[in-house]
């Protein structure tokens, strides 16, 4: 590997159980592009029905990936449930372990940092459980220049 790094320095962080607003999707990995956008209005679109303001970015928690399907959750941080409307449906991300790393640019980008910190992972000695979870700090919607996007990576470790 090069001295070059796609991703900020990863470190070892121990989560709390967040509630969240989710729809449960699974298409196939060239389709990720057309249900994101749609996705996130959806849930944005329940939870402003019910008068729930969003209480963090919103994030994929990706349940299964293979490599020709995506088997994953568009998810909003909520503080109070939402109540299940559409394919919208109220969920909780458990207290976790997880490798935590932060990614600036385009969404071209991920597998490479992705790779980046598997391999980061791997050399301090840590087992993964299956998923990950990108939270999209900052995206499109901040501006069309990607290199102030800023995404969060999380894989959970097994104890």
């Not at 607003?21 to 956008?37: D, P």
């Not at 329940?46 to 293979?66: D, V």
């Not at 490599?67 to 207290?95: N, Y």
């Amino acid at each position: 590997m090069s001295d070059f790094r796609v991703i900020d320095a990863p470190q070892i962080v121990q989560t709390e159980a967040q509630l969240a607003a989710m729809i449960h999707i699974t298409v196939k990995r060239e389709e990720i592009r057309l249900v994101m956008g749609p996705g996130i209005q959806e849930v944005m679109g329940a939870l402003a029905a019910q008068g729930i303001a969003p209480t963090g970015p919103w994030f994929t928690h990706h349940l299964k990936m293979s490599p020709d399907i995506f088997d994953f959750e568009i998810c909003v941080p909520v503080a109070t449930p939402v109540a299940a409307v559409g394919r919208v449906k109220p969920g909780e991300l458990r207290a976790a372990k997880v490798a935590r790393t932060l990614y600036r640019g385009s969404y071209e980008g991920l597998g490479d940092a992705w790779k980046e910190l598997s391999a980061w992972i791997t050399a301090q000695g840590h087992t993964t459980a299956p998923g990950l979870l990108e939270r999209y700090i900052k995206g499109p919607e901040s501006g069309s220049d990607p290199s102030g996007w800023c995404t969060e990576l999380n894989k959970v470790l097994v104890a």
